[in-house]
């Protein structure tokens, strides 16, 4: 599937493939200020990183209590439902920016493998995000204890899609810088008319 994402976006005229990666990117953009907000209305105790990354089930059943005890816990369910809106915006966007810097390079060059690397981090991060958040639902339904076992699949999760999403926005830089490159020394090859 990824490949024929990938394909079809190679095959797309340019000037589409720039405005779906604008298009993309406004929609990342506008559905991640709206999570925000959403996260903020929770009150959750703690930032969305410092929650996922505790690897400890007192840990998050104290911050779900927390919530409870302040009649917000709905809006944290609500936040963790539209979470999956913005995990898509996350895995279309990464697609679209990364083909588009990839496109810089030719079939086999050190720039398309970059870009499409930093695609594939990207869809890697949001199906990553997507497992934490099923995890965030199964853990939601124990009142008084969270096993253990289930913090930590939660929060490996989280940690892994963190790693990703870096890796993807680190290859996007490298995409970039690889691509401005070879296109600067395709220039200083070629023979300038006299």
């Not at 994402?5 to 405005?19: D, G, K």
């Not at 369910?77 to 496109?103: K, N, P």
């Amino acid at each position: 599937m990824f490949t024929t994402l990938t394909n079809r976006a190679f095959n797309a005229p340019l000037w589409m493939h720039a405005t779906a990666t604008l298009a993309s990117f406004g929609a990342f953009q506008g559905t991640r200020i709206f999570l925000d907000k959403l996260y903020a209305a929770s009150q959750h105790p703690v930032d969305f990183a410092t929650g996922q990354l505790g690897f400890d089930g007192a840990t998050t059943l104290g911050y779900y209590d927390a919530m409870r005890e302040g009649g917000t816990f709905g809006i944290y369910v609500q936040t963790q439902l539209f979470d999956f809106a913005f995990i898509a915006a996350v895995i279309v966007f990464g697609i679209c920016f990364g083909t588009l810097l990839a496109r810089m390079g030719q079939v086999g060059s050190l720039t398309r493998k970059l870009g499409l690397a930093a695609a594939g981090f990207a869809v890697a991060g949001g199906l990553l995000d997507a497992s934490e958040n099923l995890m965030s639902f199964i853990m939601m339904q124990f009142d008084t204890v969270i096993p253990q076992v289930l913090a930590y699949i939660y929060s490996s999760f989280a940690a892994l899609k963190f790693i990703s999403l870096t890796l993807a926005m680190a290859l996007a830089l490298a995409t970039l810088i690889t691509g401005v490159i070879s296109s600067g020394l395709g220039m200083m090859r070629r023979p300038t008319a006299a």
